[in-house]
């Protein structure tokens, strides 16, 4: 199983955008997670999404003006048991 950890800073700009979609192509990674995605869960995973379709990810809301973690999984690799998060932190039970 490969994890991949990853201070995105954003992911608003189409050169991260496109140096996100690079990575995921070229690295196979099982579980994701990012810190400092600086957006809202509804604008984050579809973000997150676009480049790794068949992915399923979690994220938690913005709080202050540099923060927001995300994960990712690849559902044919991984099962999730659970996810959980607040205050800032998240985590999930996977298989």
Do not use: Y
Not at 11 to 26: G, I, N
């Amino acid at each position: 199983m490969k994890w991949l950890s990853l201070n995105c800073r954003g992911l608003a700009s189409p050169a991260k955008k496109l140096a996100f979609r690079r990575l995921m192509e070229t690295e196979w990674v099982d579980v994701l997670f990012l810190q400092e995605t600086i957006n809202l869960i509804d604008l984050v995973i579809p973000v997150l999404e676009s480049p790794v379709p068949r992915w399923q990810f979690h994220a938690l809301d913005v709080r202050g003006r540099s923060s927001g973690i995300a994960f990712g999984f690849n559902p044919r690799t991984i099962r999730l048991l659970n996810v959980w998060g607040r205050n800032g932190c998240i985590g999930a039970n996977i298989f």
